[in-house]
């Protein structure tokens, strides 16, 4: 990298937050969720990304921990290396699966009943309750319940764990997961977040941040990377069911070109 001098710490305390990335079998490989953020957020502004946000003290409620199917939070905490975390494990999980259903109205959901979202009438459904989910007149244990689903907890792939530069004012300590979207799904992104969706296959997103027509950050392009080496979703999850997953702290260093990303193995 040449000369390079390592930038100080901010001294602020990284945030615990959830990314999902919501994948789709589609002959002759897969495609998987990209959504561009709003211009106005406050962080990444206009930057293509998978759904996600920070853990919430509601994400390890009961009343929404019951709603968990196929994973305890036993497992999720031996998974996480996270026997005594706070927010506990389990939180990631949950936060993860309610950022999919807020940002795009994507469920990683096993129904108790009948329930269609790929439906005019499911998909408005899913809609009007995401509104109230997002206004605080529901939780989302509550919209589990009306449309009668338990979040599906094996379908929840724990793939990555980044913790943001020390340099930055803004840090997150975020746990990435992997997750089929359920047949039927179609992305709707909350506008006040988000302006765009997009399915394109790992391949296809990174020749488009290449052309500079899909603006990333370093750990969406980086995950791309790894997902690109899979022939398929499913090969992808299963990859990542029996892998230990590392810690990234990436370093921001100054360069003779600027302000880079720094990872120690690189």
């Not at 950022?99 to 408005?124: C, D, S, Y």
């Not at 359920?182 to 909350?190: C, E, I, K, L, V």
């Not at 302006?195 to 290449?210: F, I, M, N, Q, Y």
Request: glycine share 6%; net charge neutral; proline share 9%.
């Amino acid at each position: 990298m040449g000369r390079f001098e390592r930038l100080p710490p901010s001294g602020v305390t990284p945030r615990p937050a959830a990314t999902v990335v919501l994948l789709r079998e589609r002959a002759p490989g897969f495609q998987l969720l990209l959504m561009r953020r709003n211009r106005s957020a406050g962080f990444v502004p206009g930057a293509y990304v998978f759904p996600g946000g920070r853990v919430d003290a509601q994400d390890a409620e009961s009343a929404l921990v019951s709603r968990l199917e196929r994973l305890t939070p036993e497992a999720a905490a031996m998974r996480l290396a996270l026997p005594d975390g706070d927010p506990p494990a389990i939180a990631y999980y949950l936060a993860a699966a309610r950022e999919a259903f807020e940002e795009a109205a994507v469920l990683v959901a096993r129904p108790r009943e009948r329930f269609l979202p790929g439906t005019a009438a499911g998909r408005a459904r899913l809609i009007r309750l995401r509104e109230h989910l997002l206004a605080g007149t529901l939780g989302f244990a509550e919209v589990l319940d009306d449309l009668g689903v338990d979040i599906d907890g094996s379908a929840l792939e724990y793939i990555a764990h980044w913790i943001t530069p020390e340099a930055e004012t803004r840090r997150y300590d975020t746990r990435f997961f992997a997750a089929l979207a359920p047949p039927g799904s179609r992305s709707a992104p909350d506008p006040r977040e988000m302006t765009d969706s997009l399915w394109l296959s790992p391949g296809e997103a990174l020749d488009r941040h290449r052309a500079g027509r899909l603006p990333m950050i370093f750990p969406t392009i980086r995950t791309l990377e790894q997902l690109s080496a899979f022939p398929t979703a499913n090969a992808a999850l299963a990859h990542y069911r029996t892998r230990d997953i590392p810690v990234v702290m990436p370093s921001l260093v100054r360069t003779e070109a600027g302000v880079m990303v720094s990872i120690l193995d690189e």
